[in-house]
């Protein structure tokens, strides 16, 4: 632990679950150092929790097994200048009481897919996670979106917030206001996977205390209220190779400018980007954001500058390095996700696409309701799950995605998302906006 952080502050040993909740524990001096270094106990039967904490009478872990916290060094953070003392800790893996990686910790599923994926096809993943986010609570005036007038009101809550992600070396590239009533959107610098992830972990969690601090709440809820435009967590990524560690996503030759290698990469996610949904939108009010017309991506799709497509090719500023800008953009993911299970079954089923040589997807130009059936049937092209039940069962019946995961997890998940499911089917769009507003 760095010397100067703050004796009153307590040190965290964190998690991100399935459904994005960020867990752990906490711990005062003197036990912090010790903590920081040896981890903590943890559940199994944590990983069942619903986002409004009920779990499964039938989950597959009851009430026995043990786990640790193993916390990885060189996550360790320290907010010195968010509130009195800041906060500090690091990421864990949960592992199992050997020490082996436990199959339901989806910090370690993530590193072992990207460890495939570069001893296998050469290839190491950059990515970043641009979120979005709306303050309430705040006694802002009314102003337009995208305006001055809408950045300034805010100026202080996001002086502090730029200071304190600066803290945390995620320090953003742009802040802008949103479309949305209050809405914000933040990008941050390309970095390897892992630590992308990582960082985006940590930065709901410093963009939700700044605004405490402010006296506001932000919510990364997908819906606010069911007639506000929606938050996304938008998930950007590239390739290096292995040896020289240049870039090549790129191939000018290629259609669409899509090298062979991420072509195949995409194209694995197109194929299996129905059954990704319930790690990728893994809540009932996801639905309510993907829909068609909303910029959001209700279609398995892969397009060129298009925000209709799930994928698409990002553009590139004038003058800049093609090789080096070329990105893709996979856009269907909130903030209800874990960035490490999202990212993981991104990059699954990326490899699948690789060992199987899938072509590359056709582009798609415009809005995919805008085609016939036959037409989209002919590119591939076909509408995702629309709702937690559907995006459930397009899971449980995919026997290629549910192999990469070990089959009592793949119950967990089950009894899970049925006790989401019954708790929530009664509720009306108002009804359900507000309650998953109040946890994210």
Known sequence: ???????????????????????????????RARAMQKGCGWVPANLGLTPFDDIAADNPWGCTGDLRLSPDPDTEFYTRRLGEGGFTGMLCDITTLTGAPWY???????KAALEELKTEFGLILQATF???FQITGASWDAAPAFSMQAMRRADGFCRTLTDALTDIGNA????LPEYGADQFEMAFPPRPALEAADKAVLTREVIREAARLQGYRATFTPKLTPESVGNGLHIHFSFLDRDTLQPVT??????????????????????????????????????????????????????????????????????????????????????????????????????????????????????????????????????????????????????????????????????????EIHKTESWNPAELCRQYARIY
């Not at 449980?396 to 793949?410: A, M, Q």
Request: hydrophobic letters at 40%; one cysteine or more; glycine letters at 8%.
């Open 1 to 31: 632990m760095h010397e100067d952080h703050d004796t009153t502050t307590l040190g965290a040993l964190l998690t991100n679950d399935l459904i994005g909740i960020t867990r752990g524990r906490f711990f005062p001096l003197p036990a």
């Open 250 to 419: 790129h191939d000018p030759a290629a259609p669409g400018g899509v090298s062979k290698a991420c072509g195949h990469f995409v194209a694995g996610i197109v194929k299996q980007m129905h059954a990704l949904m319930v790690f990728c939108a893994p809540t009932a009010v996801s639905y309510m954001r993907l829909l068609p017309h909303h910029w959001s991506s209700a279609y398995a799709s892969f397009g060129a500058l298009n925000r209709e497509a799930a994928l698409r090719i990002c553009p590139m500023p004038p003058g800049a390095d093609p090789a080096k800008a070329f990105n893709i953009e996979f856009r269907p993911t909130d903030s209800t996700s874990s960035p490490y299970w999202a990212l993981g079954v991104l990059v699954r089923a990326g490899l699948e696409g690789l060992r199987q040589q899938r072509p590359t997807p056709p582009l798609l130009h415009g809005d995919p309701e805008a085609l016939t059936d036959a037409e989209r049937l002919g590119m591939g092209i076909t509408r995702l799950p629309a709702s937690l039940q559907e995006a459930l069962d397009a899971f449980i019946g995919n026997k290629t995605v549910t192999e990469w995961f070990d089959p009592v997890l793949v119950d967990g998940i089950r009894t899970a998302k049925i006790c």
């Open 130 to 132: 641009e979120m979005e």
């Open 104 to 110: 339901g910790c989806g910090r370690s599923f993530l």
């Open 172 to 175: 953003p590239e742009i802040v």
